[in-house]
């Protein structure tokens, strides 16, 4: 078995010594002033996620991304390429497109009908000869952002002097080199109005130390225990915690209900009951299924195996991308999390959940993870309310969702005089570390 070393970006995500200890007050999940630094400072700066390449196969595929009062739209280029352009028209301002579609010709605006190409440049306007400071034709364009892709996603900054894409990932697209990630399915897609702010998932998602009391279900699937985990984090404000998919031996299930890890261990033809107990089944267990999968996965059809290590085939790095996308990698499954800020409401946020899951030949359906049971082909997009749960009936009792019913009670208390700033774990200091990065971002740091 290989053992994993540490990318040399790494700090220790379990280390308060890597903090400056700044605050995380109350304030920075409502204030208006707040939100309108990290607008000013931070959105426009990092890279925004505006979908799934999968979503661009042909020339002319476009796909809108709305964030706050903003609106940009990627398009297939006819050389294959992506370009990403602000969705407002040249002439006067009208938005152009409204959802996620394909052109032929190119964008033609609703008001007055210019025709802008697929490359932004405007082909056709009513009166040409009618514009004083001559025909706009073949000259104007539609105002450009850099655009680039990674793990499948399509990635836009409206920051001219913003670090490339890969050096803004870093050191992620070197650590996940092994996984397929563009080949993965997105079987569940659907965006959540949520009362909480952004904040409050990259905060959740930076820590497991909530596991054990609001995802119960977890333990006994994915070891929660702290010490087995590790924590990392990095420079850009990244981090993840890598957590081996086996039983936890400090939360056991009582004695005779069925166990999940029996479940995984017969579907690679191990016999759960050939261990003497219940620690040799997890530890022994756990090393057996790495051995059972570099067997068996060509035969089985899990191709998206062939470049991952033994850490990759059986455990769950559950990464934080700064500042609001989350991805949780698992063997067979990508999950995908993001919220973005209401435009006008810190208190408000729309949370992404896409699960997503790599090929495997024979499948027609497939464990979503965050969303039960779902046929293997590109889900429809659905938009809803959470609604205190009675809007997500699909997703009840999921992890996802447990963390969704806490999230509008913390951002209560956020607004309470008796909160003055968290009380952390070791094992939360990448909470802190995300205030701290976006404290750079808006003091001007970075
Ligand atoms: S605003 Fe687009 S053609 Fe007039
Ligand atoms: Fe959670």
Not at 4 to 16: Q, S, V
Not at 125 to 136: M, R, T, V, Y
């Amino acid at each position: 078995m290989t053992t994993p070393i540490p990318h040399p970006l790494t700090l220790d995500g379990r280390d308060a010594a890597n903090l400056r200890g700044d605050p995380i007050t109350g304030d920075r999940y409502w204030s208006q002033d707040f939100a309108r630094k990290e607008w000013d400072h931070m959105w426009t700066r990092i890279w925004h996620v505006a979908g799934r390449t999968a979503e661009l196969e042909e020339p002319g595929d476009y796909i809108v991304h709305d964030f706050m009062h903003e609106s940009v739209f990627c398009v297939r280029q006819e050389d294959g390429s992506i370009k990403a352009f602000y969705n407002v028209c040249g002439h006067r301002g009208q938005r152009l497109v409204w959802d996620s579609a394909s052109v032929m010709r190119g964008f033609q605006c609703p008001y007055h009908g210019w025709l802008w190409g697929k490359d932004g440049v405007l082909k056709d306007a009513q009166d040409p000869h009618d514009f004083p400071q001559g025909n706009p034709c073949g000259k104007l364009k539609l105002r450009e952002l850099r655009c680039d892709t990674w793990g499948g996603f399509v990635w836009y900054t409206m920051s001219e002097d913003a670090p490339s894409l890969a050096d803004f990932l870093a050191p992620m697209p070197e650590i996940y080199k092994n996984y397929p990630m563009d080949t993965a399915v997105r079987v569940f897609w659907m965006k959540i109005d949520l009362n909480t702010n952004w904040k409050f998932a990259t905060d959740n998602f930076s820590e497991s130390y909530h596991t054990r009391t609001a995802h119960p279900q977890v333990p006994p699937w994915i070891d929660q225990d702290v010490d087995t985990a590790r924590h990392e984090m990095y420079p850009g404000g990244h981090g993840r915690t890598v957590q081996p998919m086996r039983p936890s031996l400090s939360d056991r299930l009582p004695e005779g209900v069925p166990h999940p890890f029996d479940f995984i261990l017969r579907q690679w033809d191990i016999d759960p009951d050939s261990y003497p107990d219940y620690e040799t089944r997890a530890m022994q267990g756990w090393l057996d299924l790495k051995a059972a999968k570099r067997r068996l996965w060509q035969e089985r059809g899990y191709l998206h195996y062939e470049h991952m290590d033994d850490e990759e085939i059986t455990d769950s790095p559950h990464t934080v991308i700064f500042p609001n996308v989350t991805i949780s990698f698992l063997p067979d499954n990508l999950i995908f999390f993001r919220t973005e800020p209401h435009p006008d409401d810190p208190n408000k946020c729309t949370f992404d959940l896409w699960c997503m899951a790599f090929p495997v030949a024979g499948q027609t359906e497939v464990e979503s993870i965050m969303a039960g049971p779902r046929p293997m082909r590109e889900a429809e997009f659905e938009h809803r309310a959470f609604d205190n749960g009675r809007g997500v009936p699909e997703i009840e009792g999921q992890i996802v969702y447990q963390d969704m019913m806490l999230a509008e009670g913390q951002q209560r208390g956020m607004h309470s005089r008796g909160y003055r700033d968290a009380y952390l774990t070791g094992q939360e200091t990448r909470v802190r570390f995300f205030h701290e990065v976006l404290n750079d971002y808006i003091e001007g740091r970075r």
